[in-house]
């Protein structure tokens, strides 16, 4: 049986500098049956003939594509573009400034082979760059969004992103044809810039994601990068991301294939993170619905609040025991 192909979509505006690196990262995947589409967003740099000098030489696997009028237009119009010419079974993000290891398309479409309800995967990144653009503050932040919270190399279920977005990068993301190309791509003008979260939280709702815990991308860290831009939206305006969880909240439920029964519903859309009742592929989804069912909101509430206090009470404990197995390797020592 032959591999399924992978589309992998790059968008680009004004990265001459590091284009080329990317393309050749796509050029040296061990996984073979790929095609690249690369879409300029109206780039006033030499972008476009340093991509067109690729896709002259490998015409088959690389394709570029502008906007009509070659205008800069945004994030959201230019995916699209980019996804209308796709013909992949699955669609895998390379930020034109980003780079991929040798095996990055390998190790997640054998995922996707073991676990056919998987619709999308993600793995660790090695950051690097400029040490001025925040390196050590994203550093800091990275495994408190991603690896820290998940589950490792088994199929999960999260609604999480409704508070937070888990994945720092579109680089990282392999995700099947459907349900991806069934969302909705345009989250109000404000947001643009977390159009990713937007995405993934709607995927969220629609099927299990799969987390490979290795440096599968490096995430290039820059003055001009977006992830440099969304902190200082986050920071400037009172309010912004609280806002936006509450339209993204709605949008979930919307993107929902099935409407869950209302005790599920209560855990789904109220914050409540999936290891509370480890909510996961490995269990029967259907027997937690009908357990749910017999549970009264309130009484699901306490359970909740109680699971969340008895979990918060062994973190402490066990930071508690970390710290006196420390202080007696160091009086061992001495």
């Given at each position: ?23 050749e ?33 490998y015409p ?12 800069n ?19 895998a993000?390379?930020e ?50 991603t ?33 991806f190309?069934?969302l ?18 709607q ?37 912004y ?68 206090y ?25």
């Amino acid at each position: 049986m032959p591999d399924k192909k992978v589309s992998v979509i790059m968008v680009n505006y004004n990265y001459a500098r590091f284009i080329e690196e990317a393309i050749e990262s796509v050029l040296s995947q061990s996984y073979k049956n790929w095609e690249l589409i690369i879409v300029d967003d109206g780039s006033t740099d030499n972008s476009v003939s340093k991509i067109r000098k690729y896709s002259a030489k490998y015409p088959e696997k690389i394709m570029v594509y502008e906007h009509q009028d070659r205008k800069n237009k945004n994030l959201s119009l230019t995916y699209q573009l980019g996804l209308k010419y796709a013909q992949g079974e699955y669609f895998a993000f390379l930020e034109s400034d980003d780079l991929w290891r040798k095996d990055s398309l390998a190790e997640r479409v054998k995922v996707f082979k073991e676990h056919k309800d998987i619709i999308l995967v993600f793995s660790d990144i090695e950051l690097f760059g400029e040490q001025g653009a925040r390196m050590d503050q994203i550093k800091k932040t990275l495994y408190v969004r991603t690896a820290a919270d998940i589950i490792k190399n088994e199929p999960f279920y999260t609604i999480d992103f409704i508070a937070r977005n888990l994945i720092p990068t579109f680089s990282v993301v392999m995700v099947k044809r459907f349900p991806f190309m069934n969302l909705n791509f345009f989250p109000p003008d404000a947001y643009l810039a977390w159009l990713d979260w937007w995405l993934w939280g709607q995927c969220s709702v629609n099927g299990a994601f799969y987390y490979i815990p290795e440096k599968l991308a490096k995430w290039r860290i820059h003055i001009a990068s977006n992830n440099s831009l969304n902190d200082r939206i986050s920071q400037q305006i009172p309010g912004y991301q609280k806002e936006f969880c509450r339209i993204l909240k709605q949008q979930m439920k919307e993107s929902l294939k099935v409407q869950p029964q209302p005790g599920l519903a209560l855990l789904l859309f109220d914050k409540i993170i999936y290891r509370d009742f480890s909510y996961r592929k490995d269990k029967d989804i259907q027997d937690l619905k009908n357990k749910l069912n017999e549970i009264e909101d309130s009484k699901c509430w306490k359970i909740v609040l109680f699971l969340r206090y008895c979990r918060q009470v062994f973190d402490l404990f066990l930071s508690f025991l970390k710290t006196l197995l420390k202080v007696g390797a160091t009086k061992s020592k001495n």
